[in-house]
């Protein structure tokens, strides 16, 4: 089972920008798709981004499609979410998984603990 650690939330202006990081460790990272996810205040857990094994695919909800980007680094063990051009409707806790991937928190069998994007309007 893989172990999963976010970092880099925080608080930013509307039109601001944050990277976040997932970092993993156990067992081998580059098997597994990673996913980004988000709970909103008082909304359900919804998808943010995916990305296959290599890197080479990745897919992304329509809401964040054009600002955020994810990318991985399998010689580091760490998966990334860059933040782009937020909006006060991106404040939510972020998590990363891992698992079989795409769009359903289903198919992902590992989560980080989360970690908080505020954006102030």
């Known amino acids: 089972q893989v172990q999963l650690v976010e970092s880099g939330g925080g608080l930013v202006q509307t039109g601001g920008s944050l990277r976040l990081s997932c970092t993993a460790s156990?067992?081998?990272?580059?098997?597994?798709?990673m996913g980004w996810f988000r709970r909103a205040p008082g909304k359900e857990r919804e998808f943010v981004a995916t990305?296959?094994?290599?890197?080479?695919?990745?897919y992304y909800a329509d809401s964040v499609k054009g600002r955020f980007t994810i990318s991985r680094d399998n010689a580091r063990n760490v998966v990334y979410l860059q933040m782009t051009s937020l909006k006060p409707e991106d404040t939510a806790i972020y998590y990363c998984a891992a698992g079989a991937g795409f769009t359903l928190a289903r198919n992902y069998n590992a989560w980080g603990q989360g970690t908080q994007v505020t954006v102030s309007s």
């Open positions: 156990g067992r081998a990272f580059s098997s597994y798709v």
């Open positions: 990305i296959n094994w290599g890197g080479e695919t990745t």
